[in-house]
């Protein structure tokens, strides 16, 4: 039973953490973003009328473009590298804080998330973009290009922090259990 059993305050202070630490990578990742707008002179939505679509979902679409999205080729391939490393530091972060596989999951959730959310928010702040929740935007380049409005991923990532923090305090309640048992 839920009730019975307590959140320790270790559980609780790794779990902010996550969080800080998410939303302190999203500034970087929005910081990194507006270097590249800047470079690349962008201003507006992605120029993606030329694509090929291998699967839409309607609120999120999978494509290849027709040309690079950055500057060039080297560039985007510097950028697919860059997307590859964030996505191995949450996972080691994960696996550093949590002690068990519904722990490490609900810790590379929450940060994954938080990171997300907040990198729209600072991109917001920095760069006054996105003008809106409708603004269509590149979400990531790995294993194809995914775009759709801002909204999709701010929804999904708003789940994400909910399950992932769910399971990150109940995998600490479960291993714990199991102790006693």
Known sequence: ?????????????DACFLVIFGVAFGY????????LRTLIKFRQNYALSRFHVYLNLG???????????????RIADIEVARESATIVMLVVLA??????TPQRLGAFLTSF??????????????????RSLFTRDVYFLIPVTWIGP???????????VIVGVWLFVNGSLRRRSA???
């Open 1 to 13: 039973m839920l009730s019975s059993r307590r959140v320790d305050r270790k559980t609780v202070t």
């Open 28 to 35: 970087v990742e929005a910081a990194v973003v507006v270097y």
């Open 59 to 73: 609120f999120i679409e999978f494509v290849k473009p027709a040309h690079a999205l950055l500057l060039n080729h």
């Open 95 to 100: 696996y550093l804080v949590g002690k068990n």
């Open 113 to 130: 998330a938080c990171w997300d959310i907040s990198y729209y928010g600072w991109l917001r702040i920095l760069d006054q973009w996105p």
């Open 150 to 160: 801002v909204l999709t991923p701010l929804v999904i990532c708003t789940l994400m």
């Open 179 to 181: 102790i006693f048992w």
